[in-house]
């Protein structure tokens, strides 16, 4: 059984930064990868980014590349997801997960690939 536990959301201003954690523990095998989704109210959950644990590969959705930065601390057990230059379209309910699909393919950006979960935090932007 693997925990995920997010932290770090909050209310911003347009152009602020923020930077959100998700720390991990349970038992897992090391080929695994870690995501990002986010979710607006009235809207679906959408992928945000994805990381490779065992390579530290990185995918980003187009609308938050060069603005966001994932990252991990593999002593920690912890990913981060840096978020820059925020505008009000980025308020959402953002959450970490966990999926052992392989680093390929289109399963990487659907949520039904990830079988782990984290509780969400809150992240607001204000205009």
């Known amino acids: 059984q693997v925990q995920l536990v997010e932290s770090g959301g909050g209310l911003v201003q347009a152009g602020d930064s923020l930077r959100l954690s998700c720390a991990a523990s349970?038992?897992?095998?090391?080929?695994?990868?870690m995501g990002w989704f986010r979710q607006a109210p009235g809207k679906e959950r959408e992928f945000v980014a994805a990381?490779?644990?065992?390579?530290?590969?990185?995918v980003y959705t187009d609308s938050v590349k060069g603005r966001f930065t994932m990252s991990r601390d593999n002593a920690k057990n912890t990913v981060y997801l840096e978020m820059s230059s925020l505008k009000p379209e980025d308020t959402a309910v953002y959450y970490c997960?966990?999926?052992?699909?392989?680093?390929?393919?289109?399963?990487?950006?659907?949520?039904?690939?990830?079988?782990?979960w984290g509780q969400g935090t809150q992240v607001t932007v204000s205009a």
């Open positions: 349970g038992r897992t095998s090391r080929n695994f990868l």
């Open positions: 997960a966990l999926s052992v699909v392989n680093w390929s393919g289109d399963r990487i950006y659907r949520s039904s690939s990830y079988v782990y």
């Open positions: 990381l490779s644990w065992s390579t530290g590969s990185t």
